[in-house]
């Protein structure tokens, strides 16, 4: 079975390298290889019971659980605006703001706000609620309100 790099395309004869670029795992040739930095994998840590006396009486949740499990909430109870883009655009538009303005406020590039007016891009949880908080508006619905 030949294998393709995943960058430039082509068949790799020898042997695939996975590099880190750009925060992404890619397996390319050795030509391709050059592009990033090499990558390997991290090793998995067991999650067996502790033997220890002390672990054994119960256990708090931590903050960072907590914030997981809302988060893992509102992904199951809600579901992102179809017409997450045009939503976008008007209250920018109502706002009288550019989208170079509107990146500066928000710390972010005009053509990420580019790309989600137009729907080329779909905004993740935490940009979501960024962009409500930024102009206002409900991009999240209840899954019971379709």
Do not use: W
Request: hydrophobic content about 35%; glycine content about 6%.
């Amino acid at each position: 079975m030949s294998s393709f790099c995943e960058l430039c395309g082509q068949a790799v004869i020898d042997e695939k390298k996975a590099v880190l670029i750009d925060g992404i795992v890619f397996n390319v040739c050795r030509g391709c290889s050059k592009r990033g930095k090499p990558y390997t994998a991290p090793i998995p840590i067991s999650k067996s019971k502790p033997t220890s006396s002390y672990m054994t009486g119960p256990r708090t949740t931590s903050n960072k659980t907590t914030k997981a499990m809302r988060k893992i909430e509102m992904t199951d109870n809600t579901i992102l605006n179809p017409e997450f883009g045009k939503l976008i655009r008007e209250a920018r538009m109502k706002k009288g703001l550019t989208h170079e303005q509107l990146g500066a406020q928000m710390n972010v590039k005009a053509n990420l706000l580019k790309k989600l007016e137009t729907g080329a891009l779909k905004p993740d949880e935490l940009f979501a609620k960024k962009l409500q908080r930024f102009l206002g508006i409900q991009l999240y619905m209840s899954d019971q309100e379709d």
